[in-house]
């Protein structure tokens, strides 16, 4: 398991209120401040904000993995999993559809960022599970909703 443990009831929102791109990754970053992970929260916000500059992590179907390029092993104390759901903001996804679910992550080491966005990706390639994700009324439904799909995807 990659996702489950990093699961963190002050990190995940079903109503996260920003409107735009940057107000956006500055509540991200906010929640993963909250957990008290986050030794260094303005040099995630960078990381982060540098990344989007670079190319948008919004996907098709509503969805965005927000990342620094690079771990972060001096801002954070372990991996981080922030996830959100918005009223759908413009947040420059390929398919032109305003984006509804945030999934921030940083990690300390290469192998784990990989392995964490490869898991993300595949876990949320099913549509069924996207929408119900979306249609989660709190924050512990939503947890629970990606503990079982994790398990899903890990099963033969």
């Not at 904000?49 to 919004?58: D, F, I, W, Y």
């Not at 992550?105 to 392995?115: F, G, I, K, V």
Request: with cysteine; glycine share 4%; proline share 6%.
């Amino acid at each position: 398991l990659i996702i489950t443990p990093m699961l963190n009831r002050e990190a995940v929102t079903t109503n996260l209120g920003s409107r735009t791109k940057d107000s956006t990754l500055r509540e991200l970053v906010s929640l993963a401040t909250a957990t008290g992970k986050v030794y260094n929260e303005q040099e995630l916000l960078d990381a982060v904000m540098h990344r989007e500059e670079l190319c948008s992590t919004a996907m098709e179907g509503g969805i965005a993995i927000p990342h620094p390029r690079r771990p972060l092993p001096d801002a954070i104390a372990e991996p981080i999993l922030v996830v959100a759901r918005t009223q759908g903001i413009a947040f420059g996804a390929p398919d032109g559809r305003l984006t509804r679910l945030f999934f921030l992550t940083a990690s300390q080491d290469d192998r784990h960022h990989l392995h964490t966005l490869a898991r993300l990706c595949r876990m949320l390639q099913d549509d069924k599970f996207v929408a119900r994700l979306e249609e989660a009324e709190t924050p512990a439904e939503m947890i629970e909703l990606l503990k079982e799909r994790e398990s899903e995807v890990l099963s033969p």
